[in-house]
């Protein structure tokens, strides 16, 4: 019976501000891994998940939730702003990303956004 893997991943390693950062996306039936690393692990687990209220703009808003390591308000806009547009595409299907950066500034997100489209699975 040949027909789609339950599981897909790609991978990409990109230069965000200067520092290599590896980025694997991984598609399950239900949610989609994203991990971005400049540290060669994975740090900081963040989960996103649409919630049935939509915004006044008519997008699902994600509601963050950090399931590992330390819960700052700066890796909640941090996540927000890079993976977002994946839930989106992906048909508002939760998120989880684990993020392990030197530094979270919206430069890094612009470059990082684009090799997480490389690496869609969506």
């Known amino acids: 019976m040949e027909g789609k893997p339950l599981v897909t ?36 687990l963040v989960s996103l998940e649409p919630s049935s ?30 993976v977002a547009f994946v839930s989106q595409e992906a048909g508002n299907r939760a998120i989880l990303l684990a993020l392990a950066m030197r530094d979270k500034n919206m430069k890094v997100v612009k470059a990082l956004k684009e090799a997480i489209q490389t690496c869609q699975v969506w």
């Open 9 to 44: 991943s790609k991978q990409k390693t990109a230069v965000a501000c200067g520092v290599p950062t590896q980025v694997v996306s991984t598609g399950f039936s239900r949610h989609i891994l994203v991990v971005v690393t400049q540290l060669g692990k994975m740090g900081t």
């Open 53 to 82: 209220v939509t915004s006044d703009i008519g997008k699902p808003v994600l509601t963050t939730k950090v399931l590992l390591r330390k819960d700052e308000p700066l890796v909640h806009v941090f996540a927000k702003n890079l």
